[in-house]
Structure formats: C-alpha cells, structure tokens
C-alpha cells in the first residue's frame, strides 16, 4: 500500500515553494569550476553548490 500522506507532502512542499519563489530573491554564491553536472538525460546541481537568499523588498503603493 502506498503512504496516504504522500499528496499532504507534495502540497505542503508546493506551498513552501510558492512562499520562497514570492517572498525572496536567490542567487547562486560563486565557487570554482562548474556549478552543474549531466547525468543521463538530466542537468543536476553539484550538492556542494551554495545558494543565498536575499528577501524581496517590497514597495509600498499609495492609493489616494
């Protein structure tokens, strides 16, 4: 039988996501050589890459 909770963690990693990619900016910290690597068919991230998050600033919108 399958795990029952397995949607529950795919919405709540979704949701999590969602909030990262809204609220800050990434960037990947420089380091020496190449940052990613092919195996097979995919293009994977080395996993001593570094990744900084910086957040979002955001405007206030005036509306009078």
Request: proline share 6%; glycine share 6%; aromatic share 10%.
């Amino acid at each position: 039988m399958a795990c029952p909770g397995r949607f529950y963690a795919a919405a709540i990693m979704k949701v999590i996501t969602g909030q990262v990619i809204l609220k800050y900016d990434t960037e990947l910290i420089p380091g020496k050589g190449n940052r990613f690597f092919a195996w097979r068919s995919a293009i994977l991230p080395k996993s001593s890459i570094r990744v900084a998050f910086k957040p979002v600033e955001t405007e206030m919108i005036n509306c009078d």
